[in-house]
């Protein structure tokens, strides 16, 4: 059964196979994961609820520093994801996903992994993912709005990897494949000051 995989160790969950080839524990995770997603037809619903626990860890600064933070222990984090997860009712594939990257102290690398499947499942779809960082959460109209500029660009639906961080200041980051756009208020700041100090 598929479920067995989550009744084993890191090591074992490294064989599970996958449609791209990608290294790395935050890989493995990943792909383990979009394996059982896909063999259960549960892409779409898996993606929804990553992308709710996701919500989660960026609108807590609590919850990132129980993510990333190596003072809490393996069953102090077990403990406080299942509260979480209990909480905001995520279930199913998602739920035990979590709760097993918890389990092998991996919590650290969750926002990687969360990246790693959402790039697994636009390639199953035939789409592009962009990277996305902004200062502020987006609205549903900039979103589309987005998506429908990056498809006029790639020539692809595109699938966006949100990341909010406010220390960028204003605009965007966006990165497609090796391409990347920035029009972040930090980096024009930086290359004013850069500019005055030649000029100077």
Do not use: C
Request: no cysteine; proline share 1%; hydrophobic share 45%.
């Amino acid at each position: 059964m598929v479920w067995n995989i989550w009744h084993t160790t890191e090591k074992d969950i490294s064989v599970a196979s996958s449609e791209m080839m990608i290294s790395g524990v935050t890989s493995r995770y990943a792909s383990a994961l979009f394996d059982l997603a896909k063999a259960e037809k549960k892409i779409p619903a898996v993606e929804k609820d990553l992308g709710r626990f996701d919500a989660l860890l960026q609108g807590s600064d609590s919850l990132k520093r129980l993510v990333v933070s190596p003072v809490f222990s393996a069953d102090d984090q077990s403990s406080a994801i299942d509260a979480i997860l209990t909480k905001a009712k995520i279930t199913g594939l998602v739920g035990n996903f979590i709760r097993v990257v918890a389990r092998n102290r991996r919590l650290f690398a969750m926002q990687d992994m969360l990246t790693a499947f959402r790039e697994l499942a636009a390639k199953h779809r035939g789409e592009v993912t962009a990277d996305v960082t902004v200062a502020h959460k987006l609205t549903a109209g900039q979103t589309k709005e987005l998506k429908a500029a990056l498809k006029s660009v790639v020539g692809k639906e595109v699938t966006l990897n949100v990341t909010v961080d406010s220390s960028i200041l204003g605009g965007m980051i966006v990165k497609v494949g090796s391409r990347q756009i920035d029009t972040s208020i930090k980096t024009r700041l930086s290359s004013l000051k850069l500019a005055l100090k030649e000029v100077g």
